[in-house]
């Protein structure tokens, strides 16, 4: 899945190998997904697409943006993009497919759901995840997301009694910190995804404050987490400590087996043993 760190990944792979190319054919939805969001009719994008040339892309929390000469194009988490050298066969399934001029072409096929949303130079975008996205500061920018920041996030009672997997990778309140990103920040933090808000000391919650800022920071300049892909269909360079693949495996810290549980519609990772 996107999150924050891979969509910085790719808007940069994006503009160091795309930018300059022209869009010269487009095929869109010709792999019905019930869970693929669209904007618009997808039968319009060819229209609104081809003959457009690649100008920029930029990053919005785990969203990455493409901007266009005609159109702007618009990637949320879930959707697997792969850059294809030319003759290279696309992927069975894919929910659009854009041909180049150079003979290459991009699939972006959506796992479990995701949004690829085109839209004309003179509209706005109305999708309440990306307006906050564009307006709330990244972690990647301490100077704006400060630690007064990151606790006035938390400040309403609504906040207070959640546990920290809600209160962090819900809620929009750190656009593109998801479940995955989430798992390494609370283990660096020594912390439970279980814990509530309102039993941490002022302490707790400034280490989880640095925690988050360096991971992200540490899993941006690697190349995105090494469970994920990216527009070249390689791994990131982040080694995760907890993930699916870890599932087991000693603590790092401590030696004891991480493990698994299900935990608000997904699954956590953490070790029983540093973890509170």
Not at 240 to 253: D, L, R
Request: hydrophobic share 40%.
């Amino acid at each position: 899945m996107i999150e924050l760190p891979e969509a910085q990944v790719l808007a940069a792979q994006f503009q160091t190998t795309l930018v300059g190319i022209t869009i010269h054919a487009v095929v869109a939805a010709s792999s019905p997904h019930k869970f693929a969001w669209y904007h618009g009719d997808p039968a319009a994008y060819p229209a609104r697409l081809v003959g457009s040339l690649i100008q920029s892309a930029e990053a919005h929390g785990g969203m990455l943006q493409v901007n266009l000469s005609r159109a702007r194009l618009l990637f949320s988490e879930g959707v697997n993009l792969r850059l294809l050298a030319p003759g290279q066969p696309p992927p069975p399934k894919h929910q659009l497919l854009l041909h180049f001029s150079d003979g290459g072409a991009l699939s972006a096929s959506v796992q479990m759901y995701g949004g690829l949303l085109c839209w004309g130079l003179a509209e706005e975008l109305d999708n309440p995840y990306y307006q906050v996205a564009c307006q709330k500061p990244s972690p990647l920018n301490p100077a704006l997301f400060t630690e007064a920041y990151f606790l006035s996030l938390f400040t309403s009672e609504a906040a207070q009694p959640l546990n920290l997997k809600a209160a962090l990778a819900t809620g929009q309140r750190v656009p593109g910190l998801g479940n995955g990103v989430l798992q390494d920040i609370l283990w660096k933090a020594r912390l439970s995804p279980k814990r509530r808000l309102n039993t941490l000391s002022a302490a707790q919650m400034r280490t989880l404050y640095h925690a988050l800022v360096s991971v992200l920071a540490e899993m941006t300049r690697l190349g995105g987490r090494d469970t994920e892909k990216d527009l070249f269909g390689n791994p990131g360079g982040y080694l995760t400590v907890m993930s699916a693949k870890n599932n087991g495996a000693p603590c790092p810290a401590c030696g004891t087996p991480i493990t698994r549980e299900a935990f608000m519609g997904g699954s956590v990772y953490t070790c029983p043993s540093c973890q509170r």
